[in-house]
């Protein structure tokens, strides 16, 4: 059985989808929940026993988060590059706009760390 997941956002949490059938993760919004860990929890619990991420596409297009979701992101990406580092192909697409330079800021520094699988920021 495939994993399938999809939140809707809300004032304080990003929309989130993951399609395991299309290989496909987004996560697109603000991100400053006070439980970060807990909203994110059946994601991190799917792509921690996940190694088979071959193919994936993963649009992070987020305008905003906090620290606390910041390093849980860093956590998921590393996880992706572990995964390529095995062969896996994974492609993350870090979204954001020209005028957002903390976001652009936050994936130069995420991209630098993340040295086997295929990272790029998209300047819309």
Request: hydrophobic share 35%.
């Amino acid at each position: 059985m495939t994993f399938y997941f999809e939140k809707e956002k809300t004032g304080s949490t990003p929309y989130v989808l993951v399609d395991e059938g299309k290989k496909y993760i987004n996560i697109k919004g603000e991100s400053y929940h006070e439980n970060v860990i807990e909203f994110f929890k059946e994601v991190n619990d799917w792509l921690n026993d996940y190694t088979e991420l071959d193919g994936f596409v993963f649009d992070c297009e987020m305008l905003y988060f906090n620290s606390s979701t910041a390093k849980l992101l860093y956590n998921m990406l590393m996880h992706m590059d572990d995964c390529a580092a095995k062969g896996n192909k994974i492609t993350v697409n870090w979204i954001t706009t020209q005028d957002n330079d903390i976001i652009i800021e936050c994936g130069e520094d995420f991209q630098e760390d993340m040295s086997n699988l295929t990272f790029n920021i998209v300047i819309n």
